[in-house]
């Protein structure tokens, strides 16, 4: 067989749901959500299979789902994407991220990301035969451009964002956009914006998509997915929207490699689009179970760290008097199997492991089940 990917194994959400489900646990690690989705939008999809959509659709995806899309970006962030020309529907978030970075770096290209880092960027750029180079954030997990702007070299040629970020639950701010526009601008990069999570931000801050920036826009993939923001992470529906020269690039790979994606899904998506009371929700809904989760939390011995957007609350364990020293994957392994609550550790997120005792849990999950987590949790000495 050829070396792709030598050296790596399972991701770290197959491995953490698995030892869940063997040992009963809570699962708090693997993000996704455990209530149902918006019965109204399941009803769509069958609605659409029942109408006869049930062909390929367009190679760029369903048009009234794009014109959707074209027009919420438009809403939201004054960006005139045309739907036609610049919006692409992807099978989610992860085909939208390798399709784009295969778009617009090969060998030789060196690729920042910015550390703790989402576990696909690393592969996508190796795949694609250039070199990932991690930055890392602050130790509060801000976004450091004084790393970024060390770590370019004369081979930099693209940049993933992530905003707002998984695992560390931090938004960007837009002097952060500023300077990305400013870097971006200066030494001729691309920008792969992962904004998966762009309707979970919270305490009333806006969501920085770099498609409020003109001068980013036009270097940039910005990618999401319906996944997160409909509760259907299993559907695997998304979309990139980039201008038209990277629009065109990206699909000259995307005809090849996915095609089309989920006819009736799409569809019903559409159609559910059409309506912005649901998305417009998602942050207050989130909020909620941020705050509820945090509150359980109080009085255990992990620290909370600030959680500004996403699902995901990140916590410090240091302080459990018994296996507070542990590594993050062991730690992560022991809260599993013996108080019964399953969490990503950071370290994953690093090309060189990091040994901060942080852990990630995911709250997209039913009050009932975020009690019971913080029942056992309580248990930590
Ligand atoms: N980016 C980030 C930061 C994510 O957390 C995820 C997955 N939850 C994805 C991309 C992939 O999204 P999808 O499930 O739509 O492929
Ligand atoms: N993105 C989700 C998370 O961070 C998981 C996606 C996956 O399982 N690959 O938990």
């Not at 918006?38 to 369903?62: F, I, K, R």
């Not at 880092?117 to 035969?129: C, E, F, K, T, W």
């Not at 500023?178 to 998966?196: G, K, N």
């Not at 699909?251 to 799409?266: D, E, I, K, N, W």
Request: aromatic fraction near 10%.
């Amino acid at each position: 067989l050829p070396a792709k990917l030598p050296n790596t194994g399972t991701t770290i959400f197959t491995v953490m749901s698995a030892l869940a489900a063997e040992h009963g646990a809570v699962n708090l690690g693997q993000g996704f959500p455990d209530f149902g989705a918006d019965p109204a939008l399941l009803q769509a999809v069958t609605e659409a299979m029942a109408a006869g959509h049930n062909q390929y659709p367009p190679m760029t995806g369903v048009p009234a789902l794009r014109l959707g899309v074209a027009a919420k970006l438009n809403a939201l962030y004054g960006a005139a994407y045309d739907a036609d020309r610049d919006i692409t529907i992807t099978a989610g978030g992860t085909q939208g991220l390798i399709t784009a970075l295969h778009a617009c770096v090969g060998a030789g290209d060196e690729v920042l990301i910015i550390e703790p880092a989402y576990d696909s960027y690393d592969p996508a750029i190796r795949l694609a035969g250039a070199v990932p180079v991690g930055v890392p954030m602050t130790m509060d997990y801000r976004l450091d451009w004084a790393a970024v702007r060390a770590a370019i070299t004369p081979r930099t040629r693209a940049l993933v964002l992530n905003t707002p970020h998984n695992p560390s639950g931090r938004v960007a701010t837009a002097d952060d956009l500023r300077e990305l526009e400013r870097l971006a601008e200066q030494h001729d990069l691309f920008v792969v914006s992962d904004e998966v999570y762009e309707h979970m931000v919270f305490d009333g801050a806006p969501h920085q998509s770099v498609a409020r920036y003109p001068a980013l826009r036009e270097r940039s993939f910005l990618v999401s997915s319906f996944g997160k923001n409909f509760h259907v992470t299993g559907w695997k529906v998304g979309f990139v929207a980039a201008p038209p020269t990277l629009s065109a690039a990206f699909r000259r790979l995307h005809q090849y490699t996915v095609f089309t994606v989920h006819t009736p899904t799409q569809h019903a998506l559409a159609a559910y689009l059409a309506d912005p009371a649901p998305w417009q929700a998602l942050s207050a809904f989130y909020q909620a179970k941020r705050d509820a989760f945090r509150a359980a939390l109080d009085g255990t011995p992990l620290k909370l760290l600030p959680c500004e957007g996403t699902y995901f609350q990140t916590v410090d364990y240091r302080a459990v008097s018994t296996h507070g020293a542990l590594p993050e994957l062991d730690f992560a392994r022991w809260l599993t199997t013996e108080i019964g609550v399953a969490a990503i550790p950071l370290s994953v997120f690093y090309q060189q492991p990091q040994q901060r005792g942080h852990v990630r849990f995911c709250f997209a999950k039913r009050d009932d089940t975020l009690a019971e987590a913080a029942q056992r949790l309580a248990r930590l000495g």
